[in-house]
């Protein structure tokens, strides 16, 4: 069939069948119901094809056709089939949100392995008719209750968007669950880039649990409500939080205690937000076991202004590297913490060439450390540490006779 020519053929009402190539489609404006999709199947073709395989989103009542319409595209590439937009370089199927719209989420929205979930200029709310562990606007699919490890489909990519788990419960005057925004789950090859997450109630805006080989970078967190029950624990305020798939806290899979590795915490922007107050810290872990730590994690190059807690502080982590953070007007600057109940011993901590403070006083008038370290047992000390230019207005380390430096201190 030589380019430029098509043939189509109607087989019912909103049915139709058309034979072209993917340019000849994107020239001629071919678009609802014989839009062609990857390899040129029909959509009719590839909601067949959905249908026979399974989706992995649910279907809430109530959502609008540009929602479902994401969905329908999400478990396309789900089961191999790519729009229109193909494929990026990383060889993940592209699905690009529509920019401009609200998109009122009445469940989670559910991403695939090998998917770019490109939600550029796009809004994303919360309206949800469930609760419980669905509640995070996003999560990968996960196939089973046992897959465990890092083993749901991987290579997955978000990029851009608004987003915010508040907004539509306080348009209708309801009060809003406590939820994640985005949560990866047993999978590996993981990049969140450009997300905007606004006023997250009490949980987290990224929570990787048992994620490997992950990127969050250039994102903007702003705002945080503080539960009430952790008043006195902000710890547990991490915007970006790093969990294991423990008994009580796995949101799909096995509950393995997989944790996770090779973590990258890029160029984020952390700050209160035109409603709400700060975080209680950029990015750490409150979860530890006997014998899982995460590792090989890297926190550099981000803004940090006005949490209430330490602005950064990792928990039961190691190969860890803290550089070139800027830190201002938060209760404490970087903390690095072995887990408080002892049990495993960590090696390899580098904080270099942070800049931190001003640091703001609590309602007691009392500051947190500018860097400090925390070691609890002798039986879980912190090994080959190196803490190097950094301007901060004090160091401090607790337990240091569990601590081995790899050069004394400099400030």
Not at 9 to 35: F, M, Q, T
Not at 55 to 70: F, R
Not at 286 to 300: D, L
Request: some cysteine; proline content about 5%.
């Amino acid at each position: 069939m030589p380019f430029g020519e098509f043939r189509a053929s109607v087989k019912g009402i909103g049915d139709i069948v058309v034979e072209c190539g993917r340019r000849d489609a994107v020239r001629l404006g071919i678009a609802a119901g014989a839009a062609l999709l990857g390899g040129g199947i029909t959509r009719e073709a590839a909601a067949v094809t959905r249908r026979a395989a399974g989706p992995v989103n649910p279907y809430p009542a109530g959502e609008d056709g540009t929602v479902v319409a994401l969905r329908h595209a999400l478990d396309d590439a789900a089961n191999g089939i790519a729009g229109l937009a193909g494929r990026d370089e990383q060889g993940r199927i592209i699905v690009r949100a529509r920019a401009g719209h609200r998109h009122v989420l009445r469940a989670n929205l559910i991403v695939p392995g090998n998917t770019h979930l490109d939600a550029t200029d796009a809004r994303f709310v919360a309206d949800f008719v469930s609760s419980g562990t669905s509640r995070t606007m996003v999560l990968n699919h996960v196939p089973s209750a046992t897959t465990g490890g890092y083993g749901a489909p991987g290579n997955i990519r978000i990029t851009g968007g608004s987003w915010d788990p508040i907004w539509q419960y306080v348009q209708n005057g309801a009060t809003a669950p406590a939820m994640n925004v985005i949560t990866m789950q047993h999978t590996s090859r993981v990049e969140l880039a450009g997300l905007t997450i606004y006023n997250v109630k009490w949980w987290h805006a990224i929570e990787l649990n048992a994620v490997r080989d992950a990127t969050v970078r250039g994102c903007g967190l702003y705002g945080w409500i503080v539960p009430p029950e952790y008043a006195d624990k902000l710890w547990h305020g991490e915007a970006i939080q790093l969990d294991l798939a423990g008994s009580a806290n796995t949101w799909a899979g096995a509950k393995d205690n997989t944790p996770c590795a090779d973590i990258r915490i890029l160029g984020n922007t952390c700050d209160k937000s035109g409603s709400q107050g700060a975080w209680g810290t950029l990015a750490g872990s409150h979860t530890a076991v006997p014998g899982v730590r995460h590792a090989r994690v890297r926190i550099e190059e981000n803004v940090v202004t006005d949490t209430i807690w330490d602005a950064i502080t990792p928990f039961n982590t190691e190969a860890l590297s803290i550089r070139a953070n800027q830190i201002t007007g938060c209760h404490g600057g970087v903390y690095v913490r072995a887990a408080n109940s002892g049990v495993n011993p960590l090696t390899t901590v580098e904080i270099t060439g942070n800049t931190v403070g001003p640091l703001r006083p609590n309602s007691a008038g009392k500051v947190r450390w500018g860097v400090g370290l925390a070691a609890y047992t002798q039986d879980a000390p912190i090994g080959d540490i190196l803490v190097s230019g950094n301007t901060a207005p004090s160091y401090a380390y607790n337990g240091r006779q569990w601590m081995s430096f790899r050069q004394p201190p400099q400030s």
